[in-house]
């Protein structure tokens, strides 16, 4: 009887020390279930991360998509305005060049003090063969900033050139027989006109601003790029290469990059 106890009592103790493998296993097997589910709780997190991310790349692409179209709207009302004010200015200039077609620029007559204006368009004009009455002139005045040179001296600097006579005539047509007698007399001097030393003078259009400006540009690059010609009639510009080349009318300073070219870019030559 105290031997079969003290095995038994052996037995209990050496399964205490020692569990089964049944039991490991089933141990095992409770951590992998539970392993399995945590995996499957976190794939369904993932799942609806990827919706999540889904939804809100496709909101963000839709929001792109509006802003690009926004940004194509916003372009072609930029483009219409600009080509808008283009017409626009186009039309002002138009208007502001017709309300100057019975006007011509006499260049090269020497200020002087108490002059007479219209005695000297008058003489101005009779020495290229047409003759004016005052009642055909309906004003003549100086345009622009009077030169500091003193009075009754004349000067060589290109600075200090005399404004030019601006004269408006009552009717266009006489406007028109003065420019064309002009185009027929060009060494006409200021000989009898103004005293001092004799100079050329010339007979031009008026022309408005902006014109005046285009017309700079124009004679400036058609000398840069090989034009022979570069003139004025009835306010428009035009253009011509050759003798035997078309006339091209230069309307905007497109114009002038499309039929002409580019400026020249001149180098500035270091101090």
């Known amino acids: 009887m105290s031997r079969g106890t003290k095995s038994q009592t052996l037995k209990s103790k ?13 141990s095992l097997l409770a951590e992998l279930r539970q392993l399995r ?32 179209k926004q940004m194509e709207r916003a372009k072609l009302e930029i483009a219409d305005l600009k080509t808008t004010v283009v017409i626009l200015q186009q039309q002002i200039a138009s208007q502001e060049q017709e309300g100057m077609k019975n006007h011509l620029e006499i260049i090269g ?47 060589q600097n290109n600075a200090s050139r005399p404004r030019p006579i601006v004269v408006k005539l009552t009717r266009k047509r006489k406007r028109d027989d003065v420019m064309n007698a002009a185009k027929t007399r060009r060494n006409v001097t200021s000989e009898g006109l103004v005293d001092g030393e004799p100079t050329r003078i010339f007979f031009n259009e008026r022309l408005s601003k902006e014109n005046r400006k285009l017309f700079r540009e124009a004679r400036s690059r058609a000398s840069e790029h090989g ?42 030559t270091p101090a």
């Open 37 to 68: 589910n945590e995996l499957s709780e976190v794939k369904h997190q993932n799942l609806d991360i990827k919706k999540e991310m889904s939804s809100i790349s496709d909101t963000l692409h839709q929001t792109l998509k509006e802003h690009s």
């Open 109 to 155: 007559l020497a200020e002087r003090d108490n002059e007479n204006l219209y005695h000297v368009a008058m003489m101005a004009s009779k020495k290229i063969g047409i003759e004016l009455n005052e009642s055909d002139i309906d004003e003549v005045v100086r345009v622009g900033v009077r030169s500091r040179q003193p009075p009754n001296r004349p000067s």
């Open 14 to 26: 050496m399964a205490d020390e020692h569990p089964s493998p049944n039991a490991d296993m089933s």
């Open 227 to 268: 034009f022979r010609y570069c003139w004025t009639r009835n306010g428009s510009i035009f253009v011509r290469k050759a003798d035997n080349k078309p006339a091209i009318r230069i309307s905007t300073h497109k114009d002038l990059e499309d039929h002409v070219g580019t400026a020249v870019q001149k180098e500035v």
